[in-house]
């Protein structure tokens, strides 16, 4: 008897690892919607997220967030010259889980939100890459330099959620966008080049409600 028990026992742990050890949409059923993303959609800053990672120290990758971000983006597939992205995220929701490391990096000697408080994007172009994708050109503002960037970008759904209450139901479409920076180009030295890194890896999540023509 006690060997079935043990035997139905270590059955249910394999079972439970296989199923935690899939993606959480396989395990759920959940799935990305695949409609057509084109359109012009408002940034919902309340599923959206900025995260930033840079070397510490030599020891090892850090991550810190941004907790505020808003602005708007245009899709055109047939057409993507009508393409247009522009995201504004406050310097100072600058989130590393940490308040007095915050505050430092609210200083002077890192964003100096009080004479640069808002980190800007304004795209120029977007090439698509293949279904799903393309680069996303454009100049990123930050610390007082603009400078022009590349986003790598992968569409990540796209379609009507007519359940979710207002602000954040109707035709949502979303994508993920990469790149990589040197902070120094944007005037920021401060702890170069032993302490922290001087590139930066910026991952942006963004979730859009579409609107009304």
């Known amino acids: 008897m006690a060997t079935k028990v043990r035997s139905a026992f270590w059955a249910a742990v394999w079972l439970c690892g296989s199923v935690m050890a899939l993606p959480a949409w396989a395990a759920t059923g959940y799935h990305p919607l695949t409609g057509n993303p084109d359109g012009h959609y408002r940034i919902d800053g309340d599923h ?31 057409d993507p010259a009508k393409d247009q992205t522009n995201i504004v995220i406050p310097a100072a929701s600058i989130n590393t889980n940490l308040a007095l490391r915050d505050e430092h990096l609210r200083s002077a000697e890192f964003f100096d939100v009080q004479q640069y408080p808002d980190i800007t994007f304004v795209s120029t172009r977007y090439t698509p890459t293949g279904k799903g994708g393309g680069r996303l050109y454009g100049n990123l503002s930050l610390h007082g330099v603009t400078r022009p960037v590349v986003f790598q970008v992968r569409e990540t759904g796209a379609g009507e959620v007519a359940y979710l209450p207002k602000p954040w139901g109707g035709y949502l479409s979303g994508f993920v966008a990469t790149t990589s920076i040197k902070r120094s180009d944007f005037g920021m030295t401060a702890y170069l080049p032993e302490g922290l890194s001087n590139r930066i890896d910026i991952r942006v999540e963004i979730e859009g409600i579409r609107q009304q023509k």
Do not use: K
């Open 48 to 78: 959206s997220a900025v995260f930033f990672t840079i070397g510490h120290v030599g020891i090892a990758d850090f991550t810190g967030r941004f907790d505020r971000i808003s602005g708007s983006y245009t899709l055109d597939r047939r």
